[in-house]
C-alpha cells in the first residue's frame, strides 16, 4: 500500500433477506470516495453503478439491493 492509498474495501454483515433484498456494509477512510457497482453478467463488459459516488468518512456504510428480478448478481466497491 503506498503512501496516501485506501485499503482495498471489504464487505461485511452481507445478507440476503427473506424480502429479496441484499444488503451489506463495508468501513471507509477519510479523504476518498466509494462508489457501489454492480453487474448481473460477468461475461457483458462494463459494470452499473449501484449508488452516486459517497465521501469515505471512517465509518461504514449499509447499502441495500433489491435483487428480486435477479438471479444472480455481482458487486464491487471503487475506491478514489
Not at 424480502?19 to 451489506?24: A, D, E, L, R, V
Not at 452499473?48 to 447499502?63: A, H
Amino acid at each position: 500500500r503506498l503512501m496516501g492509498e485506501p485499503l482495498p474495501p471489504e464487505f461485511i454483515n452481507l445478507m440476503v433477506l427473506p424480502s429479496g433484498f441484499i444488503t451489506f456494509s463495508f468501513a471507509t477512510e477519510a479523504g476518498h470516495t466509494y462508489q457501489v457497482k454492480y453487474k448481473n453478467d460477468l461475461n457483458l463488459p462494463g459494470w452499473g453503478d449501484l449508488t452516486e459516488p459517497m465521501p469515505g468518512t471512517g465509518d461504514i456504510i449499509s447499502i441495500q439491493d433489491d435483487i428480486t428480478a435477479q438471479p444472480q448478481r455481482f458487486y464491487r466497491i471503487e475506491v478514489r
